[in-house]
């Protein structure tokens, strides 16, 4: 009769796997929801909520269509160490998750155990005819199986799947970071060489004005004031050019770590020619943020935490596990697998909770406090997302306006420059008209050149704000 009994609760047992097998109590998960405008305030294009990423425009940079610059790229994806500790990790979780991966399956064991021992003279309850010198061989074979019930398990690898995604999207929220620092350092390098050719300009033009001012001083024309006044005006260009020089030096610097060389064994070609401004869409569709990694990976946080919430639940209700247990022992010899040598265990085991002071009930509070944390952060990634494009979207209008202005603005110095110095070689006006014009002309000059390297910056921020860059595939989401 217990036989039959045992039999029956092991069937019992196996049926209750079977048809709870599918069993969640994780909550029904939906994207968190976030009320967004139907357009971008700078820009036409409609748009849509963010979803996760699909995939980055791997080469974003093209827009600008600089060969060092791509070259330059390559070499950061090739050895920047810390995209190379982030690629480490993102490996770590998938080990991870393979962990976790392993808890649907049975665990086998297979255990060898031969064994010469001896027991004390002095051990309790110990027979008068034992030996104190024995061996004692062993071989079994053991499976272990939990069925998982209320999905706790699957919740678990659930989440540490969306981790795991989430953790690619960190890589290419990292990759995207460094590329964008790469860009904008290269930028600014460029626009640096370019006011560096502005300046050696200048500075012909002001040596050519203090040869003129000696020679009228000589000529007993010009006084020594106005002489005094041209050699300040070429030393206060030659030390703008100096300053420029250092800055050039601390971009060419940071570049080099970020392509993962020494300054000293690294060397950037300088050209003074303006990068090209890339054509922005009139209209750019907010599906565009799809691309942004770093609202992928807040949203599959969100996702893990919802699993998490299941995982929580599924501590209130029974745990079950199936143990089988197959083997021999003998004393030293004889066959193992003889009858009288094997042993064997099969059952059920059954953990049911009942009283835990409350850690079950705080661990359900926890699981949902960190779902609502990771939805917070994910609407928080969605808002920044669109200020950062709104942002961006603002400063090229602004500074194309800017730049129009600015232009017009150098074309009336340079006018206001030649008329000074045709007036000054005549006799009609003192030299301090001279300076101050050539002075507005280069300030004039300069702050045009910032201008529209400040366009290029705005450009590469907006291309790494909607995720790398625009398509004309990106219209057709």
């Known amino acids: 009769m217990r036989t039959r009994l045992n039999r029956l609760a092991l069937a019992l047992a196996i049926a209750s796997a079977v048809t709870l097998q599918g069993c969640s109590l994780a909550p029904t998960y939906h994207v968190p929801n976030v009320a967004l405008p139907e357009h971008y305030q700078e820009n036409a294009g409609p748009w849509h909520p963010a979803q996760p990423a699909d995939a980055l425009q791997a080469d ?83 499976l272990g199986f939990d069925p998982d019930l209320w999905g706790k398990i699957r919740n678990q690898v659930a989440a540490g799947d969306a981790q795991v995604q989430a953790s ?53 024309i010009a006084s020594e004031l106005d002489l005094t006044r041209a050699q300040s005006q070429l030393a206060e260009a030659q030390a703008q050019l100096d300053d420029v020089k250092a800055q050039s030096d601390l971009s060419e610097h940071a570049i080099a770590e970020l392509v993962g060389v020494l300054p000293s064994d690294f060397a950037l070609a300088h050209n003074a020619e303006q990068l090209k401004l890339p054509d922005i869409p009139q209209a750019l569709p907010g599906s565009l943020l799809q691309q942004r990694p770093d609202i992928a990976a807040a949203e599959r946080r969100v996702f893990a935490a919802n699993a998490n919430i299941g995982v929580a639940k599924a501590a209130w209700y029974p745990d079950f596990s199936l143990t089988g247990m197959l083997g021999g022992q003998t004393g030293g010899s004889g066959n193992l697998l003889a009858a009288a040598n094997r042993y064997w265990a099969l059952g059920p085991l059954v953990n ?13 509070r926890q699981a949902k406090a960190e779902f609502e944390e990771a939805a917070a952060q994910y ?59 050539q002075t507005t002309a280069l300030q004039a000059q300069r702050r045009l050149q910032e201008v529209d390297t400040s366009r290029l910056k705005a450009s590469v921020g907006l291309a790494v704000a909607l995720g790398g860059g625009w398509s004309s595939s990106a219209f057709n989401h």
Do not use: C
């Open 379 to 437: 609407h928080s990634k969605v808002l920044k997302a669109v200020r950062e494009v709104e942002d961006n979207l603002a400063q090229l209008r602004d500074l194309e306006q800017e730049s129009r202005d600015q232009q017009a603005a150098v074309d009336a110095a340079q006018s206001a420059q030649s008329m000074a110095t045709s007036s000054y070689e005549a006799g009609a006006v003192d030299y301090l008209d001279v300076v101050t014009a």
């Open 168 to 220: 690619a999207d960190d890589l290419a929220v990292a990759r995207l970071s460094l590329q964008r620092q790469l860009a904008t350092l290269y930028v600014q390098a460029r626009g640096l060489d370019a006011q560096s050719r502005i300046l050696k300009t200048s500075l012909d033009d002001y040596t050519q004005a203090l040869q003129l001012t000696r020679d009228r001083y000589e000529g007993q």
């Open 352 to 364: 049911l909770p009942i009283f835990d002071g409350g850690r079950r009930s705080a661990n359900e």
């Open 60 to 142: 974003w940079w093209h827009v600008f269509q600089d060969r060092q610059l791509n070259d330059l790229q390559q070499r950061l994806l090739k050895a920047n160490p810390d995209l190379a500790a982030a690629l480490a990790h993102y490996d770590a979780s998938q080990a991870y998750a393979s962990q976790l991966h392993a808890g649907l399956f049975p665990e086998v064991n297979v255990s060898i155990n031969p064994m010469r021992q001896r027991q004390s003279a002095h051990r309790p309850l110990r027979g008068s005819t034992q030996p104190s010198v024995y061996n004692s061989d062993s071989a079994g074979f053991s």
